[in-house]
């Protein structure tokens, strides 16, 4: 098999095992940036001789039996809102154009702990701010199933760069969709962990209460892999959380015999494409088939999750983004006069629309006789959503549904209508402001070849039910295809 199609697993088995070497996995993969990334787009940097030194290292490690476990000389691709130290880390902005960490993710750290080979920092979303991967000062990634249609954001760089064979797997971030939406518009898997599995250090905020790290794959069993790898307990992040469960590959059992999985009424009503149901409906049998126990039920406030998801998120992105001011790092533009000018002539000419329109609505909804009305409520509204998943989990282990509405829509079509956009989220952002797991998994496709992503929701710190139910599926699909 060639070294792009493996998954990471497999490539690691094959190191280890003296098939191949770190050496020969890093050459080949950036053999494909190099051959493939002019049609897509996926990276803003791509570090090959810093990758090509670490994956020398690694494979002395590995040769000495100091490395053995899944990932180790696995080439991975980093979302370049997440920071690596002397490595160039923009966010997709003109305002981070120049900007080197000088420390690097507790994320990252983690994997470069278990073996794994940094390729580059792959393009987003300008500051994770949007559901395309359009937003980007560096141009639009595309989607390598059709190069006509968006990847999804805002990691879409990391997803695409998973479906085009520029990385084994890759991570990202996800403050309302932007891990589970472009896998499931690229035909990868994609994880959102609970809130707090993965620290957020070194992860550029842009909803710090909502954003998450995690991965994006080729399979389910690379999944548990790199997510056992990423999760740890950090003093340095104040909402990192100390678990005991985080051996993810022990989940990796096909059985669901007795899960009980719920879905939600509301996410199969109107706005949804009859053949996105079609196949999430069809995953849902198999899972049946296999032992689980199927319902329908009504999931109450999902209406207001998208107002309430925007409300918080703007605020917190409108406080987050203050720090770019030109003043310490990044952007400054070059003729002002005055600091007050300089601020603005900076902010306005480095920031993009849609970011400009972010941090507008939050500076309103923060602002003096509007944070009652909009951003307080808001809040409440986060604690009736919680409390509403708490309602479905007390009942069902699993709740089951789409990822997104529709399958990738064409290059330039979401830019022209935001809010069209933004309701594109609304199967994923409730996940976010309940700090639930969830998981996308390729269900299928569309009539147009485009991939369809089965979401599988669990509750806090339930990752494990969620792995076990989607290797399941993987399974029983891949036995039939």
Known sequence: MNIVDMTATQLSAAIRAGETTAVDAAEAVLAQIKKEDKNYNCYVTVDAEGALAQAKE???KIEAGELTGPLAGVP???KDNICTEGLLTTCS????????????AEAVKNLQKAGAVILGKTNMDEFAMGSTTETSAYGPTKNPRNTDHVPGGSSGGSAAAVAAGECIYAIGSDTGGSIRQP???CGVVGMKPTYGTVSRYGLIAYGSSLDQIGPLTKDVRDCAAVLEALSSHDAKDSTSVSREDTDFTAALVEDVKGLRIGIPNDYLGEGLDDEVRTAVLQAAAVLEKKGAVVERFDLSLVEYAIPAYYTIAAAEASSNLERFDGIKYGYRTKEYAGLHNMYKKSRS????????????LGSFVLSSGYYDAYYLKALKVKALIKKAFDD??????????PVA?????KLGESLADPIQMYLGDIYTIAVNLAGLPGISVPCGQDSKGLPIGLQLIGDCFQEKKLLRAAYTYQQEVSRHE
């Open 58 to 60: 690694v494979q002395a």
């Open 76 to 78: 991975v691709a980093v």
């Open 93 to 104: 902005s003109k305002i981070l154009h120049n900007f080197v960490p000088t420390y690097t």
């Open 183 to 185: 896998a499931s518009y």
């Open 349 to 360: 000419e480095g920031f993009g629309e849609e970011v400009k329109r972010r941090i507008m």
């Open 392 to 401: 479905a989990f007390a009942k069902y282990d699993l709740i089951l549904g």
């Open 405 to 409: 509405p529709t399958t990738a829509p």
